[in-house]
């Protein structure tokens, strides 16, 4: 199974010019089967006031797909006869998936209140419940804070949160309902399982304390140390040293996938396409047996 992360900047490329249709094509010519999208957006003027996320869906139609919208204004208007067109601008993440996506839930993160000229927006983190054919994974989708590490560590605190209870809560339902014949039930009990791969642009790198707290504290006799229960970095578990690598031209390895640690040996190769012109970031490819 081939998982791909890529921060696309709403389209606009390396080149300066916003091309959604280039994006589409870099992600259908890499054949991956769940890929996690960040800063995808949907009715805003600098990208052509087009919808991105259903534009990149139609593109890649042979994927089921969720968008999480975390920055969400009012972009109605009036069109022929005065008639409303009820429309959101909206800022968020996508997941698509060549396998149906059984469940999804999308989380707001900790925001910092900033003030000019800082920007700070909402964001959020994307859950899709997949089963790639040997039972069911989740699979995150999420961008944090670009501020600095002391906005992104409680972002940071409440992906862990998020994540280590999702078990414990079920399924998007889960239990039975008084009257199933209202069709609460229909589909059956959705699963929520414990495995969970989260992919995204984390704004840090192998150096910081945002990164120690995602996989654990860095030891200097034993190096890094990893919780049997959290998380590990597909990097380095496919044999990648963790200090190499480079997601964004001008910065080290910012965009990341992290897998639940007992899944570590399933992690066979991970690399950065550098050659993609679509985006400002560069897309990341997980390659790991299903």
Not at 58 to 80: H, I, K, Q
Not at 188 to 195: I, T
Request: net charge negative; with cysteine; hydrophobic share 40%.
């Amino acid at each position: 199974m081939l998982l791909c992360s890529y921060n696309i900047q709403y389209g606009l490329g390396r080149d300066e010019k916003y091309d959604i249709a280039r994006v589409a094509s870099e992600l259908a010519q890499s054949n991956a089967d769940v890929i996690a999208l960040q800063e995808v957006e949907r009715f805003w003027q600098r990208s052509g006031a087009i919808d991105e996320a259903a534009e990149i869906a139609t593109r890649l139609a042979d994927f089921y797909w969720v968008f999480g919208a975390n920055l969400d204004m009012e972009a109605s208007y009036r069109g022929p006869g005065g008639k409303l067109v009820n429309r959101r601008r909206q800022f968020g993440t996508m997941i698509l998936s060549r396998y149906p996506i059984i469940s999804s839930r999308n989380f707001p993160l900790p925001k910092f209140g900033a003030m000019a000229p800082q920007h700070s927006i909402q964001q959020g983190i994307l859950e899709a419940v997949i089963d790639p054919g040997s039972g069911p994974i989740r699979f995150y989708s999420t961008h944090l804070s670009h501020l600095c590490p002391e906005t992104r560590l409680p972002q940071v605190e409440a992906i862990l949160d998020i994540v280590r209870r999702a078990p414990d809560e079920g399924g998007a339902w889960c239990g039975g309902h008084p009257l199933p014949e209202g069709g609460w039930l229909e589909g059956g009990m959705p699963p929520m399982p414990r495995e969970a791969v989260l992919m995204g642009d984390l704004n840090f790198d192998h150096t910081s304390e945002e990164y120690s707290r995602m996989i654990g504290p860095r030891s200097a006799k034993y190096g890094r140390l990893v919780n049997r229960d959290g998380f590990v970095d597909a990097w380095v578990a496919a044999g990648n040293v963790e200090e190499t690598g480079k997601t964004h031209p001008n910065d080290r390895r910012i965009d990341h996938c992290f897998v639940w640690a007992p899944m570590a040996k399933r992690v066979r190769r991970v690399w950065v396409d550098t050659d993609a012109m679509g985006s400002d970031h560069y897309p990341l490819y997980i390659e790991i047996d299903a």
